[in-house]
């Protein structure tokens, strides 16, 4: 695991079930999509919101979920 995974994944875990502003994220490495993308594929449960006006991009959100907020997703969508 590289230093920014993993002071990324630090930074969500103390925020574990809170949003985080990409821009706190980008502080640490401003490539940080494609860091949350190999957190995922490692099997994190990471999820991003955008917060949106009209067609404009006005801020993203990241949120490393608890395993409680992980069974939701999966009951809301259906899965077993």
Do not use: W
């Amino acid at each position: 695991m590289s230093r920014e995974e993993q002071r990324i994944l630090a930074l969500l875990t103390e925020n574990i079930g809170n949003y985080v502003d990409s821009r706190r994220l980008s502080e640490i490495a401003l490539q940080y999509p494609r860091v949350v993308k190999q957190l995922r594929a490692m099997g994190h449960h990471i999820i991003n919101h955008v917060d949106r006006v009209g067609r404009k991009s006005i801020r993203g959100r990241y949120m490393l979920c608890t395993p409680r907020q992980i069974v939701g997703f999966k009951i809301g969508m259906g899965e077993p």
